[in-house]
């Protein structure tokens, strides 16, 4: 079973709207959580991450995401989209293998 | 130099063929990954080596060769494969095992 899960294999938002990008995690999961972005024909980069601390985590490009362990959720927002952050997003999780556990992505597309 | 860099970025080979994918990375790390990136999949990791140890293969088939000459070089000798064998593999790294990880641009990869 999957222990990542991504919710929306495609979102389509406007320039300058909100960008939210759904994660789950299952609840066995030790919490380390993370973003990674892929653009066309490279590999994926790190947007943020989350091991301790403070649930509300900053990113690269103006991105943020926040840990909720209630909800077992950590999603990926923006407040205002760019025709750049068109690409896809990778949630991943350490699920105590010895390398991270990936979703199966979400296309951003932004429209002008 | 980029931190990982994986060679050809683009690959095509038939059923037959033998074939090796290139992965240096210029990071100081100490762990190296290959990962297959198929449509509509989840990232499949396929195996891990830690100070050049194989530590995790994850049930690939043996039509599919890792070796990691040492903790810089991480090769993916290939022969046989399988029209289903066609994806983007993606080559990363981490230094002491830890889940940040560092990836490279990968090759795509079409068997005909």
């Known amino acids: 079973a999957q222990s990542v899960t991504q919710l929306g294999s495609h979102v389509s938002v406007s320039e300058g709207a909100l960008v939210l990008l759904r994660c789950n995690y299952s609840s066995s999961v030790p919490p380390y959580l993370f973003w990674y972005v892929q653009y066309p024909n490279q590999g994926l980069q790190l947007l943020l991450k989350y091991t301790t601390g403070a649930t509300l985590v900053k990113g690269i490009n103006g991105f943020e995401a926040e840990f909720k362990k209630s909800e077992t959720s950590f999603h990926l927002t923006k407040p205002s989209a760019h025709m750049s952050d068109a690409a896809e997003y990778f949630c991943a999780a350490d699920t105590g293998r010895r390398a991270l556990t990936f979703g199966s992505g979400t296309r951003l597309q932004v429209q002008p | 130099e980029t931190g990982v860099t994986q060679t050809p970025r683009h690959l095509v080979m038939g059923m037959t063929n033998k074939k090796s994918l290139k992965c240096e990375q210029h990071l100081g790390h100490n762990a190296m990954y290959w990962y297959k990136q198929s449509a509509k999949k989840p990232l499949e990791l396929m195996f891990v080596?830690?100070?050049?140890?194989?530590?995790e293969n994850n049930s690939v088939p043996s039509r599919f060769s890792p070796e990691c000459p040492n903790s810089s070089h991480l090769f993916l000798h290939l022969h046989t494969l399988q029209p289903e064998d066609s994806a983007l593999y993606l080559c990363?790294?981490?230094?002491?095992?830890?889940?940040?990880?560092?990836f490279g641009s990968g090759t795509q990869l079409s068997v005909l």
């Open positions: 080596y830690n100070f050049k140890e194989q530590t």
């Open positions: 990363a790294s981490s230094q002491d095992g830890g889940k940040q990880l560092f």
